[in-house]
């Protein structure tokens, strides 16, 4: 079950995200990334243990991601003493990041890694099929959810939340370890 | 459009080969006709075109496969085609379309059977009164065909017109036949188009033949909610669409005298429809409430006419002892067709349970045979009346193995587990919690390999609110008086009321329905016209504040600001469209008559209409929405609308694709992302709100009004976002657009940015509708 | 039909309000109108419920889920149930019905473009004159409707029905509609019936009006294949199903004195009907010769009307250079609308290549266009008339890295990888091996990482044999005559000629296509009437004998025994079921006018009519069969029909399934399982040559007939399975049954099975038509 | 990939065939078999070995299963010297399976387990499925077809023809050392 769909139904088709069961791996691609942005949904607080957030924001920091929250939660991403990210409807950001023209927030350009965590299991599936199916060359997913997110590039498994928050901790830590 | 007849018989005479012109009763409608009456599928294609190239699809498929003929099922991952050539992005379209045939097809039969019965029943010539003050009786068939029916006879011809379009949309998504995504998505605007105008058709024939009320604000309130039904009294359930089935069982008890014994309640539109017809007829709510209310063993008997019912209804209705009726050729469910049998023998049938439902098509039976089984039958169902004790349903959540296969089939991902757990050791307030986010849709229970009855303990668990689940609605009004619209159509085109906000479509509410009332409240406290229908406008009803008040005593039903409107059922939306169209008639004076592509400018750059379909689930939903996109009227969804695999999305920093010409002189202006996108399901309730807001701001707002609409914007936008929002030098055009209140916060964001005046022009996107033509 | 006019106005007067009773003319059809005129969606459920009691659905579901709306995706595996209520079964007969509807829907938008352009064209007073032989030209129409038509104009009235029946099944496919897989199936039957009639529009129409052959057993033979096109001239591709375009080419060039310098040539039904109206058309193929015939770079310009067209048409017609003009609404492929430029200008852009292609929608200007555009491209086109080299491919072929996604991608997983290999080293041999088990679809070409032109080498490596494709098909006859149906009907019905084989349907073949000429001369042989249409007709006509002559040159073309039948394009399949009705009606004078149910019934029992449609693939193929389901004429398909999802079979060792009444007595007679199936997936070509023999014994088979009818059944079955059938017993009746030749093998079989002598009754399924009730 | 339908396309939805790598484990199945048979498709000349034809027919020998050969490969079967076997298309057979009524070739009731061998891939596919959903409990079917066929209870993985003639005279094999 582990590498199944989350929901039941949504199966996906014949390309599916390359589960990865290694925290380093994950570091690995994050830090490969040219351009990464961490798209951070409105269910993350539902789902996330306060440290997994901090964690998750580190990771940003670490590479120098850009952070987008979504779904209107940013009053509580401040609470966090979050200061620095940006905010925009998933569907605007899912939009613009299908187009090799986007500038990005920066000017700089569009992303070449987009790494999603907290959104309704289905809302994500669509968006990451959208982008698997529409973005250019060289765009890639990356689902840090605690779940098999078959329509990403790149995505981890179903697990529980402790696993999770410590298998993202290990990301966190072996990105810090460089 | 002319006729050939062979032999033609009257009671006056015979002629033969007479050819005879159909045509409309000149001397009533002096308005000449427009460009495109009775348009084809590619009529309209060059208004699609314009608007697809600010909107453009963003496909999000469901499926990698398309599994649409023998020759798949073909993998259409990014490239790849299938094996007719199809690529995703004209394959999720294509999908799009079919859906929105289903739906538009799904109006049209239940408009088509409809008018077919109110002939029989009335005649022909049944005048199409919609009473005095709703002169304009027909926009959207108007603004489509080029007809103004008098009659009920005269919408078969408009049938005629939508029946023959629909075969040839649906052909369009034969394998090999369209192709290109933008023209499947012209069509699917079409489909829609013609989805408004059967809605209408179907409205405008009952409401004049049964005497719904017509366009009145003051309509009455009707009980809404499980804990209406009197129990005492032996209950008949409807539960569908299609009303007729439900007038003949409101007229027999009537008739009959036996009105004051048994209570006829309902679920779907078919609730709203009879609560426009009887006073007494009550809702118990929408589609999510419909194993809800079975499982508690009320109804007696059930009556179910066409769309949205619960396919597995029989078997529900059997667990409870209470037999089917199904009233509709499009859903026989596999009953015997007793159509022609005594009634006497029917009811003897059914109640002695030798038949467990019966499939019956002839109107006048209904209503006797649903009468006589719940009157006979109410008194040995007792025992059914009730749930299971609470001792049961520890004993039921023991065989609870914590599979987790429940959340897991669950749309809404509930934590069934972890409140079976918890009712294990005798607590269901876990159980109850998740009352307000079920949809009940049942998968859960399909999925449980213990067998266990979620739904059942769920509503055992919320049992003593269900009890006070006593609520309000007000009935369906149906159509926007045209001096409503005179009067409040200057306000909306200047942009002075903020805004019209629709809450329309079905309950499949990602995060509980209290959301659409917070929503709805929202924009009522605002000043915002707020118009709702179908399951929306009963989810609307059910939530009090603390005076025990609903948002529909609170709020008057006029079509005015502050005001709330039901107009009714799912075919009511009409009114929805009709009003948007009708400002631009009736208030702006742009000619109607078959002259789509003008009237559709003008919604989408003066009239700031947003339609939040917060729970849309069905095909028909799908069809609605397309209506209101090919008119210019943007509609958000929720989170599980991003199944519709399709957002019609603009982008806001592209300069280039926010101008529009100046009718005044022809010159391109940019105007702004006004409105930003036409189809967009939102994350949240914030987003949406945030968004609503943002969508009502439109090319042709004055300053007074932009003001007016960015104050509401930014409000929302810091009360949710806590900051301001960082586009507005987007929609700020001139110095006098800005709200007073914010004026320094505002200037500095400006600057900022290098934000510079722009005009105001007298927007339109049709070059033909340019006055002066520049040089 | 009863109509209310407003105003009415003539030449001779203006009358209001007047009542018309829109009649057929009576003294030409003296028939009373039949118990189910214009029948509704349930007036025919019985009858179909008759039939899917013997005939249960077996479904094969294509895939565990339903993705239909926003409540899902949900899942369906075994017992469990979507968010609606619906199950596997049910889901999978609506998905029947849906692909049904579409293909309903197809015939219908496309019979509706024919008779609303042929009465602008000739007038609504066009007579419908099928020729002196033809007589009885709708059957179908008059079957189902009651209407007559004389005139092209009857048939708009005919349409309508059509299209509100189609409307009203689609809804049945929405969400919480029908529920149960038996009533849809009934639908399916319905969609079905109503395909046959629109087919029978769209088909007497363009017979009518074109003059087309008309039921002229000595049609001319027309050219047939890709090497039939004369390089020298410039050439133009017509491709679709709708003949319109095609035939203002035709009259262009005639008009013109162009008719001997340009070719015209076509793909599909379009290319069947070209030939029905010029002698000078030529036709590649069916659509599985689309990809290749444009990758030889051939044609110079490529015209499209709609229907089961390759959606990467544009693409394809890019790369040779060729320009594409769209003609259908329904297909706009995303061109830009010209119908309302100036020829020239047309012409200019697509010659210059400024545009790649046009969607013209004015018939007037698609001749020109396209003939000035072939003509001034052509000489610029040679370079591009040509096939790569060998060396090219072989150093295509080194591209390959063999990682076997191309022949996982192919719907008949043929050995691409291995025949990459051997083209490496310079054979392409293999790769000629495949193409005559491709259906060019390629998906092969979708799936390869390296962007290997698999199609283009196959073509090449086949170069020389497609030189000599040069073959034949007898032109379209459209009816069976009258006189002909005299003449057989006896010996039909009482099964001395042992039956009628239709080979109908599309090109996916699972195996290739001279699977179907094998059948099809087995059949001749044997002197079955071997009647065939569409994509089915040409592959037939792709083999020739070792004298170079095609069956069509071997057989005549009568409708009698151990003749080969081409009635045409797709929608002359409606003169197949049209041919069983009128034995029915001509031979046996049962009642035809609005009495369906009767006819059927005749046909089940008595016509021992199968159709084979051994690459069905599309909607249209899907509702073509559901016709003839409904008319008791089962079905075989090849393998890939598997995934039309359901079969329709019967038991033949439930004894209980197979019994009538005996219409002399009213008594219940076992008469055997005939016909066994209604509709069955062969695996090989030998199955379903067993089966089809099979299935043309028919319960009023005489003695004399069933011996025959058995003796071709054994004889086919030990010729392929090297044994007697171990069912020989369940279709023997009397000793007379029994083949003489087979006399004692036979009895020795009868004797093991303990065989007894059963009646052979008056047969019907229908308890009204028993003549004396049984006391 | 081994694991993958064999078809590109064919994905069949949350419940798939479980796949068996061990030879061992299909023969256990087998055994384990009240009434087993053999289903052998028209395409089993053109993808078996003659050897493995001979194998699949011991193995049924072994359990005394009925073996079915359709689509008319008869004659081709008898060259093989085999006498013992029916004949019935496959659809009609697969409709007769999914029957608990249905009496079984030898009038003793229907099987329960159906071993599909020799078919085109999509066609068993279908097959499987019906039979997936619109069979009784208890009913089992096995795929030991050179692929995956994931609408089987149980299923091969994809492999190459020479390690599946091994595999299948594993079963044998280990049939017959019981
Ligand atoms: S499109 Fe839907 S039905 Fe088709 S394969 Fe995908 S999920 Fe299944
Ligand atoms: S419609 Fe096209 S993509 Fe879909 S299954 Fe058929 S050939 Fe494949
Ligand atoms: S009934 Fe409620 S809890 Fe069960 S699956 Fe549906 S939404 Fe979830
Ligand atoms: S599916 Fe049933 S058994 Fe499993 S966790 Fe849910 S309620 Fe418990
Ligand atoms: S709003 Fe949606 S769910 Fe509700 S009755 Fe209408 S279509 Fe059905
Ligand atoms: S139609 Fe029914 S089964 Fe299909 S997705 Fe919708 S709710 Fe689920
Ligand atoms: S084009 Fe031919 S070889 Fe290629 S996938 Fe299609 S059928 Fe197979
Ligand atoms: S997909 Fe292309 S590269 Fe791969 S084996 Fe086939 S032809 Fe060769």
Avoid at chain 2, 510 to 518: K, M, P, S, T
Wanted: net charge neutral; with cysteine; proline share 5%.
């Amino acid at each position: 079950m582990k590498f199944e769909p989350y929901q039941t139904a949504e199966i996906p088709g014949p390309l599916k995200a390359i589960p990865i069961e290694r925290p380093q791996t994950v570091a690995g691609i994050i830090r490969n990334a040219k351009r990464p942005i961490v798209i951070i949904g409105s269910k993350i607080f539902d789902v996330a243990p306060e440290r997994t957030i901090r964690d998750i924001i580190e990771i940003s920091r670490e590479v120098g991601a850009e952070i987008v929250v979504t779904g209107g939660i940013n009053r509580k991403f401040e609470e966090l003493g979050v200061k620095e990210f940006r905010s925009m409807p998933a569907m605007e950001l899912a939009d613009r990041l299908r187009d090799p023209g986007w500038k990005g927030f920066d000017g700089k350009g569009n992303y070449d890694l987009a790494i999603f965590v907290g959104f309704r299991y289905y809302y994500a599936w669509l968006i990451l099929s959208g982008l698997k199916h529409f973005s250019p060359d060289g765009f890639r997913t990356l689902s840090i959810e605690p779940y098999y997110q078959p329509h990403a590039t790149f995505s981890l498994y179903n697990m529980k939340i402790d696993a999770w928050a410590d298998y993202i901790s290990s990301i966190k830590e072996s990105l810090k370890r460089g | 459009m002319t006729l050939k007849i062979g032999e033609l018989k009257t009671d006056v005479a015979t002629f033969r080969n007479l050819e005879i012109v159909l045509g409309r009763v000149e001397e009533e409608w002096e308005e000449p006709l427009g460009p495109t009456p009775m348009p084809s599928i590619t009529s309209l294609r060059k208004w699609d075109y314009k608007l697809l190239s600010r909107y453009k699809p963003f496909y999000l498929p469901f499926c990698d496969l398309c599994c649409l003929c023998t020759f798949g099922k073909c993998d259409l991952t990014k490239d790849k085609k299938g094996a007719c050539g199809i690529k995703m992005d004209a394959q999720q379209s294509r999908i799009v379309l079919l859906a929105c045939c289903i739906g538009a097809a799904t109006h049209t039969g239940h408009a088509r059977e409809i008018v077919e019965f109110l002939i029989e029943r009335f005649g022909r010539d049944y005048p199409l009164d919609l009473g005095d003050q709703v002169a304009l009786e027909a926009p959207n068939i108007r603004l489509v065909t080029g007809i103004k029916p008098r009659t009920i006879g005269d919408l078969e011809e408009v049938l005629d017109y939508v029946e023959e379009q629909i075969a040839h949309l649906l052909a369009s998504t034969h394998t090999g036949q369209e192709g290109n995504n933008l023209d499947f998505e012209s069509k699917v605007f079409h489909a829609g188009m013609l989805d408004h105008v059967a809605m209408e058709v179907a409205d405008i024939a009952q409401i004049a033949a049964f005497n719904f009320p017509k366009g009145d604000p003051e309509a009455p309130l009707a009980q809404l909610g499980l804990g209406v039904v009197d129990l005492s009294k032996p209950v008949i359930l409807v539960i569908g669409h299609n009303v007729i089935p439900s007038v003949y069982i409101v007229d027999y008890l009537n008739e009959t005298g036996l009105k004051d014994e048994v209570e006829v309640c309902g679920l779907c539109c078919t609730a709203h429809d009879i609560t426009r017809y009887s006073d007494r007829a009550k809702i118990i709510g929408p589609i999510s409430w419909e194993l809800r209310f079975i499982r508690t063993g009320v109804p007696d008997v059930i009556v179910v006419d066409e769309q949205c019912i619960r396919t597995d209804v029989l078997d529900e209705a059997m667990k409870i002892n209470a037999p089917l009726i199904a009233a509709s050729e499009k859903a026989c469910r596999g009953l015997p067709d007793r159509s022609n049998d005594p009634v006497e023998e029917i009811v003897e049938d059914l109640v002695s349970g030798r038949q467990k439902g019966v499939l019956i098509l002839d109107m006048d039976k209904i209503g006797e045979v649903a009468a006589k089984v719940a009157i006979r039958l109410a008194p040995k169902r007792k025992k059914f009346k009730a749930l299971p004790s609470v001792e049961e349903i520890v004993e039921e959540a023991k065989k609870c193995r914590n599979c987790g296969f429940c959340q897991k089939a669950c749309p809404n991902s509930l934590p069934i587990p972890e409140a079976m757990a918890r009712a294990k050791e005798g607590d269901l307030s876990k159980l109850a919690d998740l009352y307000d986010y079920c949809i009940a849709c049942g998968r859960c229970e399909s999925a449980c390999p213990s067998g266990i009855n979620i739904i059942t303990m769920m509503v055992k668990s919320s049992e003593r609110r269900i009890k006070n689940e006593i609520f309000n609605v007000r009935v369906g009004r149906g159509p926007i008086q045209d001096t409503e619209i005179r009067d409040v159509g200057r306000s909306i085109v200047l942009g002075e009321i903020p805004g019209i906000i629709a809450f329309v479509g079905c309950a499949n509410y990602a995060d509980g329905g209290h959301e659409l009332v917070e929503m709805a409240e929202e924009f009522l406290k605002r000043k915002y016209i707020v118009v709702v229908s179908g399951c929306a406008a009963m989810t609307i009803g059910m939530y009090k504040n603390e005076e025990g008040k609903t948002l529909y005593e609170l709020y008057p039903g006029n079509f005015d600001a502050g005001c709330l409107v039901n107009v009714g059922s799912c075919v009511s939306n009409s009114h929805i469209s009709g009003a948007a169209i009708k400002i631009a008639n009736i208030f702006a004076k742009r000619p109607l008559r078959a002259n789509y592509m003008e009237i559709a400018d003008y919604i989408l750059n003066r009239v700031g209409a947003v339609g939040i379909a917060w729970g849309a689930m069905s095909q028909k939903a799908a069809a609605i929405a397309s209506g209101f996109w090919r008119l210019g009227v943007p509609v958000i969804v929720g989170p599980h609308g991003a199944k519709y695999r399709r957002m019609l999305l603009g982008r806001k920093e592209r300069k280039e694709d926010w101008y529009v010409y100046d009718a005044r002189t022809g010159k391109k202006v940019y105007v702004g992302p006004v409105p930003e996108h036409l189809f967009y399901a939102a994350e949240t309730k914030e987003e949406a709100m945030v968004m609503a807001a943002k969508l009502c701001m439109r090319a042709n707002d004055t300053t007074k009004g932009r003001a007016i609409k960015l104050t509401h914007y930014i409000d929302l936008y810091k009360k949710f976002y806590g900051k301001m929002p960082d586009d507005i030098h987007l929609f700020v055009r001139r110095l006098a657009d800005i709200p007073i209140t914010m004026k320094d916060e505002i200037l500095a964001e400006l600057k900022k940015k290098g934000w510079k005046e722009t005009e105001i022009p007298d927007p339109t996107l049709i070059e033909e509708l340019v006055r002066v033509k520049e040089e």
